[in-house]
């Protein structure tokens, strides 16, 4: 990686244009080159890339086609694999509730029923319809609660026909939003949304899961908003008419308009 760093500088100071992968890892550039994201070339990054490319992995894994079937015999679905401070913070805070919680926490052995192989491949793009029939809501903790990162954890509940809560980044869901996506008011207290104190975010999300009662989840299931919300994410997750259009003007345009300046 060190070598080809100096590779991309070299090009950039004979005046070569450059544009770096940026997709997948936020914060690639800065962590990997030790610059500024302007300083070389062009950094391809864009806040809803992994909308898109989770839309046509899931469509390629034939989860489309997915239909609930509810008996939400527990609370609520958070996988985690690396451990992350804000993980165990959440873990900690809810450890009087785990066993009402289909959870994983892959690095500390912890994992969920019947998931695929730790060792094959796309194992963290792997779906289980049992994990979302069997629970209510999906709490997501994203990998990152200190930079701008929507990742494929966030958008698994919304492929998936799940209200969610959101352990991330401060704005979260209003990023959700500007994207077009619905978020559950109506159910959850998303005040935890514009917290810029992690630690406040996160025990309003515990709040959320202690106040949450079973027997709420009839009324979730019978509720037209929340089912309104619900077929809403679900179908612009997947429209690939929509995805096509702002993978063309966020992506595509810019980098022939840096190619041809």
């Avoid at 991330?168 to 978020?183: A, R, S, V, W």
């Avoid at 959850?188 to 106040?211: A, G, L, P, Q, W």
């Avoid at 089912?227 to 992506?251: G, P, S, W």
């Amino acid at each position: 990686m060190q070598q080809h760093a100096i590779t991309v500088r070299e090009l950039h100071n004979r005046g070569k244009k450059i544009v770096i992968n940026n997709l997948q890892e936020a914060n690639y550039f800065e962590y990997k080159f030790k610059k500024p994201k302007n300083e070389i070339g062009h950094r391809l990054w864009n806040v809803n890339w992994f909308w898109y490319s989770e839309s046509f992995i899931n469509k390629h894994r034939n989860y489309y086609g997915y239909t609930p079937v509810r008996r939400a015999n527990k609370l609520a679905l958070m996988p985690m694999n690396f451990t992350r401070y804000h993980r165990d913070l959440l873990v900690n805070k809810l450890s009087s509730y785990l066993d009402r919680l289909l959870y994983s926490y892959r690095q500390h052995g912890i994992q969920l029923p019947n998931d695929e192989d730790f060792q094959s491949g796309g194992w963290d793009r792997f779906f289980n319809p049992d994990w979302y029939d069997s629970t209510c809501f999906s709490v997501v903790t994203e990998s990152y609660v200190d930079q701008r990162l929507l990742s494929e954890k966030t958008f698994k509940p919304i492929a998936f026909y799940h209200p969610f809560l959101i352990l991330g980044h401060c704005g979260i869901l209003t990023d959700l939003k500007n994207m077009g996506f619905e978020t559950f008011d109506n159910i959850f207290d998303e005040s935890y949304d514009s917290e810029i104190c992690m630690t406040t975010r996160c025990n309003i999300i515990v709040d959320n899961i202690k106040k949450f009662l079973d027997i709420e989840y009839v009324e979730i299931a019978q509720d037209t908003i929340t089912q309104a919300k619900l077929q809403h994410n679900h179908d612009l997750f997947y429209n690939e008419k929509i995805i096509t259009e702002r993978v063309i003007t966020e992506i595509i345009n810019p980098l022939i308009e840096y190619a041809e300046t």
